[in-house]
């Protein structure tokens, strides 16, 4: 089993920047790909990132490329998505999830999520 729980959202203005923590944990987490996803009101969730447990090599939607950044501290059983120049169409709830499918963006091969942590972009 894996757990995941997400933190660091928040109310930002347009320009601006915040850094989203998952804390990814159980015995086999290591083996996992860590998924960040986003849910606006009204739309699909949406993946968003992702982080390969085989050799961190990172993925990311063309929405987000250039402006987050997606690491991992194993050691600390950590995921960050560093969030960069956002825009208020970034506004949604953010989710951390966790895939034995190495890669992967699709949200059905991911087995086990959080609860989600609410990022809103306005001035």
């Known amino acids: 089993q894996v757990q995941v729980a997400e933190s660091g959202g928040g109310l930002v203005q347009p320009g601006g920047s915040l850094r989203l923590s998952c804390l990814a944990t159980?015995?086999?987490?290591?083996?996992?790909?860590i998924g960040w996803f986003r849910q606006a009101t009204g739309k699909e969730r949406e993946w968003v990132s992702c982080?390969?447990?085989?050799?961190?090599?990172?993925y990311y939607s063309d929405s987000v490329k250039g402006r987050f950044t997606i690491s991992r501290d194993n050691a600390n059983s950590l995921v960050f998505l560093q969030m960069n120049n956002l825009k208020p169409e970034d506004t949604a709830t953010y989710y951390c999830a966790a895939s034995i499918i190495d890669g992967t963006m699709r949200s059905d091969d991911y087995d086990f999520w959080g609860q989600g942590t609410r990022v809103d972009v306005s001035s």
């Open positions: 159980g015995s086999t987490v290591d083996y996992y790909t």
């Open positions: 982080i390969s447990s085989a050799d961190g090599a990172t």
